[in-house]
């Protein structure tokens, strides 16, 4: 089965540092993946997808990330952290042919001043 | 173009009564899921709909159980309401069914049940 793990339930960094949220994804096929960013008492906003034609994919709002499959690695990058990317973010991986996601346990980004 | 549409935003329910929550997709989109978000569980896949037929089901009791209309538009109901029912109940839409396919979410309908 597939499944994606995020490290760090928490992360805070200061106003224009470097954001990294980490994901390891386990896949017996290769994966689509996807970040998705949640505002308080909003729903899923999609940041960047994953769909094999890149290693390194561009989002909305400056972030990025890079597909490494030697580490099963998606993390997730932004090099200067804005107070307004505070929120939570989730890394996904579809399954079989369908719709259907399943997330990791997400990330709670705090933007220091 | 209006994105997903959940409704109601807000719910409150007692132990034992019954719910139905709806969504309608983004315009021309045929496919719809659900996904229950708690702070304990994380998100959880419950259902995905694609023109009417439900393609995939997510590990929940049969208490738990959805539809979707000619429209596009979906329901899902919850009989006999438990505590821990008391989530944040998530509509995605997509365009089509397939791995790469971006799903749209709706800001969610937040149930309570007390």
């Known amino acids: 089965a597939q499944s994606v793990t995020q490290l760090g339930s928490h992360v805070s960094v200061s106003e224009g540092a470097l954001v990294l949220l980490r994901c390891n994804y386990s896949?017996?096929?290769?994966?689509?993946l996807f970040w998705y960013v949640q505002y308080p008492n909003q729903g899923l906003q999609l940041l960047l997808k994953?769909?094999?034609?890149?290693?390194l994919v561009k989002g909305i709002n400056g972030f990025e990330a890079e597909f490494k499959k030697s580490e099963t690695s998606f993390h997730l990058t932004k090099p200067s952290a804005h107070m307004s990317d505070a929120a939570e973010y989730f890394c996904?991986?579809?399954?079989?042919?369908?719709?259907?996601?399943?997330f990791g346990g997400g990330t709670r980004l705090m933007v220091k001043p | 173009k209006a994105g997903v549409t959940q409704t109601p935003r807000y719910l409150i329910k007692t132990r034992g009564q019954q719910v139905t929550l709806s969504c309608s997709p983004i315009?021309?989109?045929?496919?719809v899921s659900w996904y229950q978000q708690t702070p304990g569980q994380g998100l959880q896949f419950l259902f995905e709909?694609?023109?009417?037929?439900?393609?995939n089901k997510g590990n929940f009791p049969g208490r738990f159980s959805g539809r979707q209309f000619s429209n596009s538009r979906s329901e899902m109901n919850v009989s006999t309401l438990e505590l821990g029912d008391s989530a944040l109940y998530l509509c995605?839409?997509?365009?089509?069914?397939?791995?790469?396919?971006?799903?749209?979410f709706g800001q969610g309908t937040r149930l309570t049940v007390v």
């Open positions: 995605a839409s997509s365009l089509k069914v397939g791995m790469n396919t971006e799903a749209f």
């Open positions: 896949s017996s096929v290769p994966p689509y």
């Open positions: 994953y769909t094999s034609a890149a290693t």
């Open positions: 996904a991986v579809t399954h079989n042919a369908g719709n259907m996601l399943t």
């Open positions: 315009s021309g989109h045929r496919s």
């Open positions: 709909y694609f023109s009417e037929t439900q393609r």
